[in-house]
């Protein structure tokens, strides 16, 4: 959000006896210094753009600085501040019933009184905030972005829960790809692997990767985040998996999560998934980690993670001789690990059994802006996998494709989303989805 954004978006906040002090106070600071206001008194813009470009924490920044300044003004203009600011900046209820509830009546009279004491106007209160203030809307902004409250999830959910199959006695092998298990079996039998499996367990790696995750993220329960609770309790039904893993929420913007351990599974999102995927989003990226935990992929899974560090090991072992066979074992472990995650995807869109909701997620993995979320089109990043496909008429592009690969874990994002639509065209899905005649409503 650029300066002028925000000026034009506080300028129409207040009201109109206030917008003179407003341009005064801002043409004070060093940052609006050579910004011109002529556009911004005269209307030339499109207010509903601007709030459509900001973040989900933009939104609620500004939310929080305008529901303040009309409560100080009088409780009065709250409600119509609330029905045409929440529409704007496209708030759900939820996040809008909880900051109406932490402004209180105490908390607002202490900062009028504050506001007395010091002859601070309304509007320097949001454009000249006390440390105090900006204390308090972070810390609330943080808290609506990683649902830590307690809020009602059939409220929270109104209108978004729909009816899903539970896929009752649901075996793996109905939904894996094929090149998955046959390259995991490959590996099985892989007499190379014996020694890094040995040193694997030999330094207890599994122990050593838990210990990071679980010493350093949040553990969500039913109270504290009972949204993703729940969320996972689901994903667990559907794919038929009987004992729930613990989940660790950690810090990070981007929509990412990962699952490790092997006896007893954890999986950790990363928060960005909880502030910029909606529910069915959500339940792909929940249902694709517990996929891997279905198809037992974690052990070779720890092993991806592990080898280069492994190889180390052997290497100095046997006089380098290790590093060498480590490569080897590394190519082959992680051209399995990318056909795992093409499963994973399916276990995903079994579980949000939503084509388009498992689409968009994957276009939010590949970076798709925030502020455009509401102009995503399916169509383009199908007309993009085409695309992709196509460079590899000229051999030079294959090989590149190819060479560029052989390192990652993860296949590319669109080539994720193009064999996750090909396995849902072909009537794959529909096939294990429909032959289930147990359907209940879930979360």
Known sequence: MNQYSLLCIIYQIVNEEDRKQVLELVSKQESFKNLSF??????????????????????????????????????????KFAEKWGRLLQLEKADMKTIEKEWSEERVNYIKNRCKEKQYTS?????????????????????????????????????????????????????EHPEDHRLLEVLRGNKMLEAPLKLFVEYDIERFIKVQYTGSNIKVTPTNMPYI???????????????MPDVYVQQGFQINGCTTGIENPIIILNAGCLSLLDYDELLFIIGHEIGHIKSQHLMYHMMGQ???YLAEIAAQMT???????????????YNWYRKSELTADRAGLLVCQSHKAAIKALMKCAGYPPQFYG??????????????????SEAYNKVVKVLSSLYQTHPWTVLRAKELHEWYKQ????????????????R
């Open 38 to 79: 002529g556009t911004v008194t005269e209307g030339k813009y499109q207010l509903e753009l601007l709030c459509h470009q900001l973040s989900k924490a933009q939104k609620l920044m500004i939310y929080n600085y305008g529901y303040l300044y009309q409560y100080l003004k009088g409780s009065m203009g709250i409600e």
């Open 123 to 175: 509007v320097q209160c949001i454009v000249e905030p006390e440390e105090y203030i900006e204390e308090f809307i972070t810390r609330l902004i943080e808290q609506l972005l990683v649902e830590v409250y307690s809020t009602d999830i059939d409220e929270r959910e109104a209108g978004r829960i729909t009816q899903r199959i539970i896929l009752t006695n649901l075996d793996a092998m109905e939904y």
């Open 229 to 243: 609770y729940e969320a996972v309790k689901t994903a667990c039904r559907i794919l038929n998996l009987n004992k």
């Open 306 to 308: 592990a080898l280069p």
């Open 319 to 333: 006089l380098g001789f290790g590093s060498i066979i480590g490569a080897g074992l590394q190519i082959s472990l």
């Open 375 to 392: 102009h995503m089109n399916e169509m383009d990043f199908l007309k993009q996998m085409e695309q992709f496909e196509n460079l590899d």
């Open 427 to 442: 009537g794959e899905y529909d096939q294990i989805i429909s032959r289930k005649i147990c359907l209940t409503k879930v």
